[in-house]
Every structure is written in structure tokens, then in C-alpha cells.
């Protein structure tokens, strides 16, 4: 009896430190709530996504395309947007090209590297949507709009996993 209970205690602590090891790399959407819980995207070998949103003043797209870097950082390597006006880049970085396409502007070799950045799910117009694997993702489906989150890479454990909210099953 004595070995029954020393065995099931083993594997009690085993199957509790084997749910809290994170080891699932996700793109990571964290409320500065810490009280609500996280939406994420599993990567997998996956390293590239966009976000896309509608600008406040000129109500065109822009589209912001990151990968994520062997360190586990965010690097934007590409900024897409079809209007002049208030807010956006008239021309490109050092180092940066900036090309028209079809109508389009387009500042690309972007290597701006972060390890996380801050985002505001817009509330009225701006439609933020994480575009994954050529598929689009609407976050206020995942996330209250007017939500502010802090997007990062990080690994899970299988807690965050069933306590988060899994964006690519959210539609």
C-alpha cells in the first residue's frame, strides 16, 4: 500500500509539472488585464502573419506583415497602404524600398525588430484582422473590441491552451 501511494504521488506531480511546462509557441495576444484570458494562434513551423485594419481618417487598408525571428522576437518587414494621408510614411527607412504597386504603397526590407508591441482592438471601424496561412482572422470575434493587448511570441502550457481562446477555431 505504502508504494501504491508513493507511485501515485509520483505521477500526480509528474502530470502536474507536464501540464504547466509551456511547449506550445503560439502568437500571443495578452489583455493588459491580466484577468482576462489570452487568444492565440499556434505557429507550428509557421513564422509569417499580417494584421490588417482599416485606417481612422482616410478609411483605406493597411497591412502589416511580420515573421517571427529565431529568437522568439516580432520583425516587421512590411508595411502595405493605400493612402497619403495623416499617419502614414511619405517614403521609406535606410536600408528600407519604397515601391507603388497597382495603387498601392509599399515600404519593404523592413527589419524592425520587436519583442512585443501593444494593440488596440479597434471599436467602431478599424477591423483589425490577423490574416494566418492566407486566411482571415477577425480578433473582435476573439477579443472584446476596445481591448488593449500585448502581442508576443511566447510558449503555452496546456493551461493557457485550455484557458485561452484558439483564434484560427474562432470563426
Given at each position: 500500500?505504502?508504494?501504491f501511494r508513493l507511485y501515485l504521488l509520483i505521477t500526480v506531480i509528474i502530470s502536474i509539472s507536464l501540464v504547466c511546462i509551456p511547449y506550445k509557441q503560439a502568437i500571443v495576444f495578452q489583455?493588459?488585464?491580466r484577468n482576462a484570458d489570452i487568444a492565440y494562434i499556434p505557429t507550428n513551423k509557421e513564422t509569417k502573419f499580417q494584421i490588417k485594419y482599416t485606417h481612422s481618417i482616410h478609411l483605406s487598408d493597411v497591412v502589416e506583415s511580420y515573421k517571427i525571428t529565431t529568437g522568439k522576437k516580432i520583425?516587421?518587414?512590411e508595411l502595405m497602404y493605400e493612402d497619403f494621408s495623416i499617419g502614414m510614411p511619405s517614403n521609406a527607412e535606410?536600408?528600407?524600398t519604397f515601391e507603388?504597386?497597382?495603387g498601392s504603397y509599399y515600404i519593404k526590407n523592413m527589419k524592425r525588430i520587436f519583442p512585443f508591441f501593444h494593440l488596440r482592438i479597434g471599436q467602431?471601424?478599424?477591423n483589425h484582422t490577423i490574416i494566418f496561412?492566407?486566411?482571415e482572422y477577425p480578433l473582435s470575434l476573439s477579443i472584446?473590441?476596445?481591448t488593449s493587448v500585448k502581442v508576443e511570441i511566447r510558449k503555452l502550457n496546456i493551461l493557457d491552451l485550455w484557458k485561452g481562446v484558439n483564434i484560427l477555431e474562432s470563426i
Open positions: 500500500m505504502r508504494k489583455p493588459n488585464n520583425q516587421q518587414y535606410k536600408g528600407e507603388q504597386i497597382n467602431v471601424r478599424a496561412q492566407n486566411e472584446t473590441p476596445g
